[in-house]
């Protein structure tokens, strides 16, 4: 994480989710608060196009108009051209989100002044390939994934640190995570939750079968080979998104990237735990804040 003082910001992209008809409409409102302010905007619903990738390089930040998934596409994107990461939460979950809808006339003059502090989050690095053929190559922010690409059937997946074999694995599916993805489908799947600054990879698998079956927290710098083995096929995805069908022998490789994502938060640095506690046990956050409300003398009776 960087402090200091931050530059204003003079170049902006909103992102908009193409599925989110809010989207439209608060982009527009967006743009208009933005351009009062002296910031050059435009505005885009894709950024996979060369086009797009063109204008990035000159972009100070993009904004986000959607969920984690619109978040983690952006990060992708920008992550070569250093452009700073905001989300305005227009999903589900919203964990990586800097805000809220209504919240953003106070955000985003904050953002626009250079009343910021960038945190960065460690990406993956993704090679695969079929002996000496590439298949599949990019980045990734929450995970790699190796899973079965028919559904019923179970995974042969053979795993190496940097070069040592660590592990066979029979499962669904094996998860390569960044901390950021600890809170994603590796948590989902029994996986730690991690803190976002931390740069391990995480190796969580998915209904192992007489296998290896917890989470495994691997230093930083190593390298990770998975070799799919037997005869099912298999399916490769990057952040929820497939890129590519394995079959027997295929290798993928994942390590740290060079690159990182770079989020302007202005939220205080200990967000983190508080959105931990308020997206994923919302429940036990009320009981926790409901308790801690009540008066000792109208709790229960305690002996000294």
Same mark, same amino acid.
């Given at each position: 994480?960087?402090?200091?003082?931050?530059?204003?910001?003079?170049? =902006?992209?909103?992102? &908009?989710?193409?599925?989110?008809?809010?989207?439209?409409?608060?982009?527009?409102?967006?743009?208009?608060?933005?351009?009062?302010?002296?910031?050059?905007?435009?505005?885009?619903?894709?950024?996979?196009?060369?086009?797009?990738?063109? &204008?990035?390089?000159?972009?100070?930040?993009?904004?986000?108009?959607?969920?984690?998934?619109?978040?983690?596409?952006? =990060?992708?994107?920008?992550?070569?051209?250093?452009?700073?990461?905001?989300?305005?939460?227009?999903?589900?979950?919203?964990?990586?989100?800097?805000?809220?809808?209504?919240?953003?006339?106070?955000?985003?003059?904050?953002?626009?002044?250079?009343?910021?502090?960038?945190?960065?989050?460690?990406?993956?690095?993704?090679?695969?390939? &079929?002996?000496?053929?590439?298949?599949?190559?990019?980045?990734?922010?929450? *995970?790699?994934?190796?899973?079965?690409?028919?559904?019923?059937?179970?995974?042969?997946?053979?795993?190496?640190?940097?070069?040592?074999?660590?592990?066979?694995?029979?499962? *669904?599916?094996?998860?390569?995570?960044?901390?950021?993805?600890?809170?994603?489908?590796?948590?989902?799947?029994?996986?730690?939750?991690?803190?976002?600054?931390?740069?391990?990879?995480?190796?969580?698998?998915?209904?192992?079968?007489?296998?290896?079956?917890?989470?495994?927290?691997?230093?930083?710098?190593?390298?990770?080979?998975?070799?799919?083995?037997?005869?099912?096929?298999?399916?490769?995805?990057? *952040?929820?998104?497939?890129?590519?069908?394995?079959?027997?022998?295929?290798?993928?490789?994942?390590?740290?990237?060079?690159?990182?994502?770079?989020?302007? &938060?202005?939220?205080?640095?200990?967000?983190?735990?508080?959105?931990?506690?308020?997206?994923?046990?919302?429940?036990?956050?009320?009981?926790?804040?409901?308790?801690?409300?009540?008066?000792?003398?109208?709790?229960?009776?305690?002996?000294?």
């Amino acid at each position: 994480m960087a402090s200091g003082a931050n530059r204003r910001i003079e170049t =902006a992209c909103i992102f &908009r989710n193409p599925h989110i008809p809010a989207a439209l409409l608060l982009a527009r409102e967006l743009t208009s608060a933005l351009q009062a302010q002296g910031v050059a905007v435009w505005e885009c619903d894709r950024l996979d196009d060369p086009a797009s990738a063109a &204008r990035l390089a000159g972009t100070d930040l993009l904004l986000t108009l959607g969920g984690d998934g619109s978040l983690l596409h952006a =990060a992708r994107a920008a992550a070569r051209h250093g452009a700073l990461l905001v989300g305005i939460n227009l999903g589900r979950v919203g964990f990586l989100t800097e805000a809220e809808p209504e919240d953003w006339p106070a955000v985003l003059p904050r953002l626009v002044c250079g009343d910021y502090w960038v945190e960065e989050r460690m990406m993956l690095q993704m090679e695969a390939r &079929r002996g000496a053929e590439p298949l599949a190559n990019g980045l990734a922010l929450n *995970d790699v994934v190796v899973g079965h690409g028919t559904p019923g059937s179970v995974l042969r997946l053979q795993v190496h640190v940097d070069g040592d074999l660590l592990a066979g694995y029979v499962a *669904d599916a094996l998860i390569v995570a960044t901390p950021t993805g600890s809170t994603a489908y590796a948590l989902a799947a029994g996986g730690p939750i991690m803190p976002p600054q931390q740069r391990n990879i995480l190796l969580v698998p998915v209904a192992p079968h007489l296998s290896l079956d917890r989470a495994v927290v691997l230093a930083e710098g190593v390298r990770v080979q998975v070799v799919v083995q037997g005869h099912s096929p298999a399916a490769l995805a990057l *952040d929820g998104q497939v890129v590519a069908e394995l079959t027997a022998g295929d290798q993928v490789d994942v390590q740290a990237s060079a690159e990182v994502a770079r989020f302007a &938060r202005v939220r205080p640095r200990d967000y983190f735990y508080r959105t931990l506690l308020a997206r994923l046990v919302p429940k036990e956050r009320e009981a926790i804040l409901s308790t801690a409300s009540v008066p000792a003398s109208q709790g229960e009776n305690r002996s000294e």
